[in-house]
């Protein structure tokens, strides 16, 4: 679970009072639903054979990456 993720959690169960998490939570959605829509661009080319599918886990694996926690 990303730090991200614990602090919402942290948040809802009245841990913490720190609202700028709404913030941050709201930026990496925004993010993810980026790298959706970037997804679904990218399988049509899978399926076209204009793209591999390593290409396609790498782009996966590096959306989620942006969201964890150095």
Known sequence: MSDLMKRLRELAQAKHDDLSIGDEAADR???????????????????????????????????LAGGKDE
Do not use: T
């Not at 054979?49 to 959306?63: C, K, P, T």
């Open 29 to 63: 959605i925004a993010e993810l639903e980026a790298a959706l829509r970037g997804l679904d661009d990218m399988i049509v080319d899978l399926e076209m054979g204009h793209m591999e599918l390593y290409q396609v886990s790498d782009f996966i694996n590096d959306a």
